[in-house]
T-cell receptor, first 118, second 106 residues
Framework: DTGVSQDPRHKITKRGQNVTFRCDPI?????LYWYRQTLGQGPEFLTY????????KSRLLSDRFSAERPKGSFSTLEIQRTEQGDSAMYLC????????????????FGEGSRLTVL | SQQGEEDPQALSIQEGENATMNCSYK?????LQWYRQNSGRGLVHLIL?????REKHSGRLRVTLDTSKKSSSLLITASRAADTASYFC??????FGAGTRLTVKP
């Protein structure tokens, strides 16, 4: 399977705990995106990487959220001190595109990581 | 705002009927994309229409783009129960609206 993969698919945690999600994009894609989606809503943009550089980060993202893409391949999204409001589906997508061209191109999404904070 | 906004929020039709969903946006764009999401799954790219195109077809899908009105529409012809899903438009910056939830009744 050469699609975008995310791990874990489901995570249940207690409030205050830290969680980390991993995304493996399509190998030849240089761009990687993270989104958050709650029930009945569209994907909310969180951040985007071009290779290993984090080029954009949503102002909605609190300091408890951090994302990395250390070698320009896989990426991790960490949420520290989770709150019940963090319960959502976290989606990763990848695409190819020129450096600093803001157009995403066709996005290929993973199946998402569902977080439940108790 | 960089995101698109879909209308209606929900649409319920019978199998065989056509379904039309609309998207409005506020900033100038050079392309617009449409995606589908089945319940609890990731999004799947349907079609991209460029600003110099007014209409584009892909199978049973027909997308139009009116840059003067900053709007786009997605038409699904001869709908099937398998078309039941949420449909989103996306601006070039990867911003999505709340989507249209389509239910096709057999």
């Amino acid at each position: 399977d050469t699609g975008v993969s995310q791990d874990p698919r489901h995570k249940i945690t207690k409030r205050g705990q830290n969680v980390t999600f991993r995304c493996d994009p399509i190998s030849e894609h240089n761009r990687l995106y993270w989104y958050r989606q709650t029930l009945g809503q569209g994907p909310e943009f969180l951040t985007y990487f071009q290779n290993e550089a984090q080029l954009e980060k949503s102002r909605l993202l609190s300091d408890r959220f951090s994302a990395e893409r250390p070698k320009g391949s896989f990426s991790t999204l960490e949420i520290q001190r989770t709150e019940q409001g963090d319960s959502a589906m976290y989606l990763c997508a990848s695409s190819s595109g020129p450096w600093r061209d803001p157009n995403t191109g066709e996005l290929f999404f993973g199946e998402g990581s569902r977080l439940t904070v108790l | 705002s960089q995101q698109g906004e879909e209308d209606p929020q929900a649409l319920s039709i019978q199998e065989g009927e056509n379904a039309t969903m609309n998207c409005s946006y506020k900033t100038s764009i050079n392309n617009l994309q449409w995606y589908r999401q089945n319940s609890g799954r990731g999004l799947v790219h349907l079609i991209l229409i460029r600003s110099n195109e007014r209409e584009k077809h892909s199978g049973r899908l027909r997308v139009t783009l009116d840059t003067s009105k900053k709007s786009s529409s997605l038409l699904i012809t001869a709908s099937r129960a398998a078309d039941t899903a949420s449909y989103f438009c996306a601006t070039p910056w990867g911003r999505f609206g709340a989507g249209t939830r389509l239910t096709v009744k057999p």
